[in-house]
């Protein structure tokens, strides 16, 4: 299979493993002895947080460094990492949605002052501060460096959002699914579920930053060869 | 570096004794705030003792925001960065030399942001002094955040209003710990791990601080 070959097939794997992924999760798993039905929430929150986290922001953070390190300075890191905060942020935004709407049952409260809840919400606003710098005009240079910072500032959150839990004891639960090393607290079909769940949303991440890393690059070419029309332009005047 | 920074800390504060902005628009903005949280409290003595931390360090928050914008203002001039780089001063130490200018004034700001405790908060001025480390450490925090985040706003045209939404959350944990600490030294307790908590921030903000400016200032 060719890399365009790929590159087609990974929109509708997406698509046929969230839709595997809701099918278990709705309709196979069982109901949990505590939480009941609640737990279905649970399928796709953790998958969501993994994905914002860990690989939208790692990947973020790699990129914008790659971007400000001189001997891999390329264009294309800025436009990676622009790609996935703005994706990244997508996944954050629906972490915070289906943790609220499973805490307002479970815990009693859409929200609460807990330290990875707070954490998250920071580094939400962290990033889309970053989304705010990209849209000020400058130079794509200048801009680059900014975000790169930025990006990299924003980072430093994210361990704080992944200790916080054990920092902190707050009500958000620590280690749920992979406790004391390899072993799995969940089993069966819940296990599963839970598993396939982190790879559907990984698979989403991927496909949807490919496309906004397409956009972005289309756009950047776009806004070049605007710039050299109008050099043109200026110096056809002068001719004259 | 440390020649460098000094040299940029004493031309900042130089420039501030000059045209004192801090004396006539930040600190007047931060007792302004204090007044105006008394007032949405309530004149309630054991409602404003108990909000009196968090309120301090929220209104030294608003207040270094301003001196942020103040202090990135400084080479805000056409030329003026470009005046600095050829200069061959080391980033880094340029860096620091703001970072230092800029605490120093907010040093200032809590000064008679405390003071403004005292009179309109009733809190206790001895146990306030005992807060003195804890606040030294996070003022050195807020001014290395300040001081990055002005510098990444810098030259832009919107940056009175993206420097806030910028620089308010990454403080944000700034403002907790000093809460929690003043608060703990207020009831009568020490800092504790807050202060060392803050330091460790500071000394972490710092050093990024120092490694990434350089990438800021570097010429289009």
């Known amino acids: 299979m060719t890399r365009r070959h790929l590159d087609r097939a990974l929109g509708p794997i997406a698509l046929v493993l969230v839709a595997l992924t809701v099918w278990l999760g709705l309709w196979v798993t069982p109901p949990d002895e505590t939480q009941g039905n609640f737990v279905r929430l649970l399928y796709l929150h953790p998958a969501l947080a993994w994905v914002a986290l860990y690989l939208a922001f790692g990947l973020a953070a790699l990129s914008s460094a790659l971007y400000l390190w001189p001997r ?8 990676l990492a622009a790609s996935t905060v703005e994706v990244g942020v997508v996944f954050l935004t629906l972490t915070l949605a289906t943790g609220m709407l499973w805490g307002r049952p479970v815990w009693g409260v859409w929200w609460t002052w807990d330290a990875r809840l707070t954490s998250t919400a920071l580094l939400e606003l962290l990033f889309v501060g970053y989304l705010a710098m990209r849209r000020v005009p400058a130079d794509p240079h200048v801009r680059a460096r ?3 910072v930025l990006a990299l500032l ?14 902190w004891n707050g009500l958000h639960q620590t280690d749920s699914v992979l406790v004391g090393g390899f072993h799995f607290a969940i089993h069966g079909s819940m296990l599963w579920t839970l598993l396939l769940s982190f790879i559907a949303m990984t698979v989403v991440f991927v496909w949807m930053v490919r496309r906004r890393y397409e956009i972005a690059v289309t756009e950047s070419a776009l806004a070049d060869a605007a710039l050299e029309d109008a050099v043109l332009e200026r110096r056809k005047e002068g001719v004259r | 570096m440390w020649r460098d920074a000094m040299l940029v800390c004493g031309k900042d504060l130089r420039i501030e004794l000059r045209t004192r902005v801090l004396l006539w628009q930040v600190v007047p903005f931060g007792i302004l705030t204090l007044v105006l949280f008394a007032l949405a409290l309530g004149p309630s003595a054991t409602a404003l003792q108990r909000g009196a931390p968090g309120l301090l360090w929220l209104a030294l ?7 942020t914008t ?19 001063l080391d980033a880094g130490g340029v860096f620091l030399g703001k970072a230092a200018a800029l605490a120093v004034q907010l040093l200032a700001i809590a000064a008679v942001l405390e003071l403004g405790l005292l009179v309109f908060f009733h809190v206790n001025a001895a146990r306030l002094g005992i807060a003195s480390p804890l606040e030294l450490c996070a003022l050195a925090a807020l001014a290395a955040v300040g001081t990055l985040y002005g510098a990444v706003v810098a030259g832009t045209d919107v940056a009175g209003t993206l420097l806030p939404l910028l620089v308010l959350p990454a403080l944000a944990p700034v403002l907790i710990a000093g809460e929690k600490g003043t608060a703990a030294v207020l009831a009568g307790g020490g800092p504790g791990r807050w202060a060392i908590v803050l330091a460790v921030m500071a000394v972490a903000y710092l050093a990024v601080g120092t490694l990434l400016y350089g990438a800021l200032e570097e010429p289009s």
Do not use: K
């Open chain 2, 61 to 67: 928050l608003f207040a270094s925001v301003l001196a």
């Open chain 1, 154 to 167: 924003a980072g430093l959150d994210v361990p704080i959002v992944h200790y916080s839990v054990q920092w």
């Open chain 2, 70 to 88: 103040r202090s990135a203002s400084i080479e805000a001039p056409e030329g003026t960065r470009a005046s600095i780089r050829l200069l061959g």
């Open chain 1, 72 to 79: 891999t300075r390329s264009q294309r890191w800025d436009l």
């Open chain 1, 146 to 148: 900014r975000c790169a």
